[in-house]
């Protein structure tokens, strides 16, 4: 199993995060579009999906 972490860095924050809609957990959020999104770790299940679909890499994986 890998780790999921973000790095806001790499985040616009000037936009809705898609990633919100990929991730089959429901672990992800954001606070408003001018925010970076956040990891709910108690659910993310470290599928990955997240790191795959962001264009931007700010979605790291590591194992």
């Known amino acids: 199993m890998s780790n999921v972490n973000i790095i806001p860095e790499r985040c616009p924050q ?5 990633v919100i809609r990929v991730c089959p957990a429901g672990a992800i ?3 408003g579009p ?8 108690s659910k993310c299940t470290s599928c990955g999906k997240c790191a ?3 264009g931007y ?7």
């Open 29 to 31: 959020s954001q606070h």
């Open 52 to 54: 795959r679909y962001c």
């Open 57 to 63: 890499g700010a979605f790291t994986t590591s194992h």
């Open 34 to 41: 001018f925010s970076a999104p956040e990891i709910d770790y």
């Open 14 to 18: 000037n936009h809705y995060c898609p």
